[in-house]
């Protein structure tokens, strides 16, 4: 038992312990993620046929859905995003005051709000206006309604990791820059922005993949269609409303079809993704 | 000489904590003014008070004039005040995201120059007046964080050059660099100065005796002591002075 | 003030520089002193004696100056420490200067051997102008040892009183010269010793002055030329400023 009393030998064993264990748990934390994937390729790649990816869900298609899908995520960040890089902005160059701590407590509870309240919240926020005269009462199941439920769950995702992200950019940055004698506004704008557009990118996809997985507010805001994206004050399909249908239909055919969805939905995400990241390291500077 | 910024009576707060009190002293025109003392004496902020950078920390408040050309900047925009007092920082900090030639056209860019003629102009000229030039002619377009310590800060030199201030306020500007770097700087503030009115704090005492013409003393907050920069170093009029720029002090 | 720090490098160099300074000063006096003593009683031993302190003098200067050059580009020293440093490294010259006096006297004692000093009137002159200098190098002394500036203030005016009392055996000298009392080899050796006790309390004088720099800083004006270029109508050349 001389090595145990060696110094040396013990350090080396604890060494290749420890990294065994780190290596342990980066398995166990992608093994789940490998399931998913493994899972919803296994099942779903049978179901992608051509008609299946082109024709609307009145035909057994999903092609409806994914277009609603992108409809709903492409108007849901044309709203979430200026507001909750904006209410970010707000947060991390002026909120250093009660206002500011008000307003992170409320972003902070709301990014916790369960997304079905969320639902509930957008359906009868409608219907009141609807009450009052705004809109007329279909309205209530439509892309509209649903473009404002899923951005009240973006809007805090975004405006807190917009928040951390320009946190991240050393003060010494906006004091060069102000130093110039640039206004407070076109610094940030010009200089704070761009040196954290990559974290900015994160965010905004955490929260696009974050609402491109919602179902609940969705059913009780866009309800279903079977047909294309129709207007703003129609209904419309979507994938993870559709992966609900097709999950709970007694058909067998369609349970199969669920798998199908359920893989163009993560592959959607996916692409999404790299494209962005993609998008942000052209945009580097050569070092 | 005259002084070309006269600082009268100023006080600084960071929120209920007075940083520095009832400071008064003058920067002469086309020279060099070194301001010394422990760490937390308040020279930082002195120097942050006479470009208005002390108020853009939360909290933070001054009380008292600072004249420049016998104006108070404090009845000015402080952007039009920053942009006549320029400032170097500690750490080299180049816009991360920018080339080597957008670090420099920074400040009259985001002022709104547009004209390419001019930006260009303005970028050769500073890198030239920096001293940086030669060195990076070739790769203007690759990003300032590419370069060394020393040719960084040389960058931000340039960069707060560009904008043509009359008084250029540096804080600490060798204290991240190596002796060779520190020297490059030393001798561009010894440019420097026919052109403009330095102010540099430095840690480093025999950086003040090097460069500066003027030397002031400060602790906890108070100026202790102002003089030829000879004087100081020779014959210091206060015991407490004497006992810090000694090193027998705590 | 907070907890002072110490600089014990710095300080160990400086206590060390001060040591051999005072040793320095204590030899050159020495050989004066034993110089005087030779020569007032015509005693060849002790004027031998003067020689090997005088290597010594100079030996123990070169290792101050080494020393000196080594504390200034080790510790780069300010304000007190600076100026003590560069006044030693001055002093040390006029401590050498001093002690090289005091080897001239030795030699001058040796060749008096064949003639040697027999007017007492002569030896009470001798006498009294070595009390005077030696007694301005004991105060310039005593002021750096005490680093006191006081003593010294007043180094100038007496070294007036040297001046003239070296005046007066000049005149006296070349009067009896002249006459005949006194012969020209002599005599000649007579003005010798007479101008070395004069330049060897000018050393002393520079002492006091560079003290007075070392305590205060402050640059005493070391000539009041003005009033020098009176008493001494152009018979001295140290005038220069």
Redesign the interface.
Known sequence: MRFLFDRDTRRRWFDVIMSGATLLCVALALLPLGSILFEALVRGAPALTPTFLTQSSLMGGIANAIQGTVVLIGLTALVALPVGILTGIYLSEYGKNRLGGIVRLFVDVMTQTPSIVVGIFAYSFIFELSLLGFFPPPLVFSVISAVIALATIMIPIVARTSEEALRLVPTSAREAALALGIPRYRAILRVVLPSCASALVTGALLGIARVGGETAPLIMTAAWNNDFFNGLNQPIAALPTQVYRFAVSPSLAENRAAWGASLILVLLMLSISIASRAVIRMRAVRR | MSAKVHVDKISAWYGPKLAIQDISLDFEEHSVSGIIGPSGCGKSTLIRCL?R?HE?I?KARVEGQVLLDGQDIYGQPA??????I??V?Q?P???????IYDNVA??LR??GVRERKKLDQAVLESLKQAALWDEVKDSL???G??LSGGQQQRL?IA??LA?KPEVLLMDEPCSALDPIATAKIEDLIFDLKKDYTLVIVTHN??QA?RVAETTAFMYLGKLIEVGRTREL????GET????Y?????? | MPQAAERKALATGLQKLNENMLTLAELSELAVRKAVDGLTRFDLETANEVFTLDQEVYGLQLEIERNCIDLLALHAPVARDLRTITTSLKITTDLDRIGRYGKDLAELTLQFRDKPVVDRGDVARIREMADRTISMVDTAIDAFVRRNAETVRNMIEVDDAVDQLHDENFRDLVRRMSEGQLSIETGARYLLVNRYFERIADHAVNIGLRVVYMVTGDWLPRIRAADRAKRHDGTKEKGAT
């Open positions: 470009n950078m853009t939360p952007v039009s005040v920053r942009r006549r320029g400032m920082f750490k900090n180049p816009f991360p995201t920018m080339s920074a400040g985001l002022n377009d690759k990003s964080a590419s931000c960069r707060a904008v005492m025999q005796a170093f020779e014959r210091p407490l002075t004497e006992s720029i000694t090193g027998r002090f705590g």
